[in-house]
């Protein structure tokens, strides 16, 4: 089946940092979403985003789709943004999305 | 505010104990997923169903668990019997599919429940 690498696993920055998180996978695909699961486990669909750029506040996303990769940039970050995020993808007629391992956001007042 | 609704929300059995956990997808989504989330694993898909039918069942133990959809604002999972190894938090999630036309169908975008934590001890 698909592959779907995230990286880095663990990031820790100060409030007020930029960050970019990045999303790997080993087929075409045609879905891609980016979700945060917060402290409380709450899993929170961010971008619906198979390609292209997007952007929501300060959270923005880019899938470069012949290249398998997705990144998702948090500027000014706050502490609420604290938690683990997940890129999800599915490949053509899979039909079915495949989660990477997460990314672990620590944002430290 | 249209949200996938799970219960119950957290569940504590002895193991050999039939444990059954319900979903409500949003109105008007016609698919749903069964995830389950543990540490050493992640997040796995167990089942999942289109229109009411079961498309792919192949993430579950067949042995224990089952999953049905007796309507479209019902699915549930059941486990029979419990051991501790299910222990886990088990989401469930809706979406619409797209299809139609030039575009590939996809399952568009997902909403989760809040999960529901299972110990089995």
């Known amino acids: 089946g698909i592959q779907v690498e995230q990286s880095p696993p663990d990031l820790i920055l100060q409030e007020g940092a930029n960050s970019t998180l990045r999303c790997n996978f080993s087929d075409s695909v045609n879905n891609l979403q980016w979700f945060h699961q917060n402290p409380w486990g709450q899993l929170i669909n961010l971008f619906y985003i198979p390609s292209g750029t997007k952007q929501n506040g300060r959270l923005s996303a880019t899938t470069v789709a012949t290249e398998r990769y997705s990144l998702l940039y948090i500027s000014s970050s706050q502490t609420t943004d604290s938690g683990v995020y997940f890129c999800a993808v599915e490949n053509f007629g899979n039909e079915k999305l495949t989660f990477g391992t997460g990314t672990r956001l620590t944002i430290i007042p | 505010d249209a949200r996938v609704t799970q219960t119950p929300r957290h569940k504590v059995t002895e193991m050999g104990q039939e444990v059954t956990m319900r979903c409500q997808p949003i109105?008007?989504?016609?698919?749903v997923f069964w995830y389950r989330q543990t540490m050493m694993q992640g997040l796995e898909l167990l089942a999942y169903?289109?229109?009411?039918?079961?498309?792919?069942d192949s993430g579950m133990p067949k042995d224990r668990f089952s999953a049905e959809m007796p309507d479209a604002t019902l699915a549930t999972l059941k486990i029979q019997p419990s051991e501790p190894r299910d222990s886990a938090v088990y989401f469930c999630?809706?979406?619409?599919?797209?299809?139609?036309?030039?575009?590939?169908?996809?399952?568009?975008?997902?909403?989760f429940g809040e999960g529901s934590r299972l110990t089995v001890l």
């Open positions: 999630a809706s979406g619409l599919v797209r299809s139609g036309g030039y575009l590939p169908r996809d399952t568009g975008e997902l909403f």
């Open positions: 169903f289109r229109n009411r039918a079961p498309l792919d």
């Open positions: 109105l008007g989504h016609n698919t």
